[in-house]
T-cell receptor, first 114, second 110 residues
């Protein structure tokens, strides 16, 4: 069983607020990811990191930023939340096995921006 | 651009039958393909991985096939149970981060 934790589980905030979604894993995985998922839709990669001080933008244009100061911690920040940011945000870490990787996901943060 | 299509948004089957889910892809040559299960309000959970040089993989009641010529994977759940009801996602992997399909919502009716 993977140990990856996301907080908060649910968040309702007003437009213009700054928020940080937390993600932590205790498995020592180097690779971590943030995906955005709307109901009935595919997961869209918004940010990823292959190690400390390494971050990359994903395929989906996002107004969020991430940091990776410690291996176990990969927070995502929205400087000014808007209703279009309403979505589920999923954090994942991965372990490599024979030139492939297996993702472990957190339970997600459901964000609603009013 | 890369595109993944999973056969239908929803699939309903009777308990005890075999469920077959399809994943087709275009504009991509994955080194491997994975299947995940996602329950409502939760993150996906890894089920199976199959590499490009493998034709079939099995794990308990699950079977996955991978045809790189057809660019298709089939995911089978035999002797299905109501507890198998969930959304199943396929994902393609290689030198870049995993790319996910929309998923198929499976409902197993008792």
């Amino acid at each position: 069983e993977a140990d990856i934790y996301q907080t908060p589980r649910y968040l309702v905030i007003g437009t213009g607020k700054k928020i940080t979604l937390e993600c932590s894993q205790t498995m020592g995985h180097d690779k971590m990811y943030w995906y955005q998922q709307d109901p009935g839709m595919e997961l869209h990669l918004i940010h990823y990191s292959y190690g400390v001080n390494s971050t990359e933008k994903g395929d989906l244009s996002s107004e969020s930023t991430v940091s990776r100061i410690r291996t176990e911690h990969f927070p995502l920040t929205l400087e000014s939340a808007r209703p279009s940011h309403t979505s589920q945000y999923l954090c994942a870490s991965s372990v490599e096995a024979g030139a492939s990787e297996k993702l472990f996901f957190g339970s997600g943060t459901q964000l609603s921006v009013l | 651009s890369q595109k993944i299509e999973q056969n239908s948004e929803a699939l309903n089957i009777q308990e005890g039958k075999t469920a077959t889910l399809t994943c087709n892809y275009t504009n991509y040559s994955p080194a491997y393909l994975q299947w995940y299960r996602q329950d409502p309000g939760r993150g996906p959970v890894f089920l199976l991985l199959i590499r490009e040089n493998e034709k079939e993989k099995r794990k308990e009641r699950l079977k996955v096939t991978f045809d790189t010529t057809l660019k298709q994977s089939l995911f089978h759940i035999t002797a299905s149970q109501p507890a198998d009801s969930a959304t199943y996602l396929c994902a393609l992997g290689g030198n870049t981060p995993l790319v996910f399909g929309k998923g198929t919502r499976l409902s197993v009716i008792a």
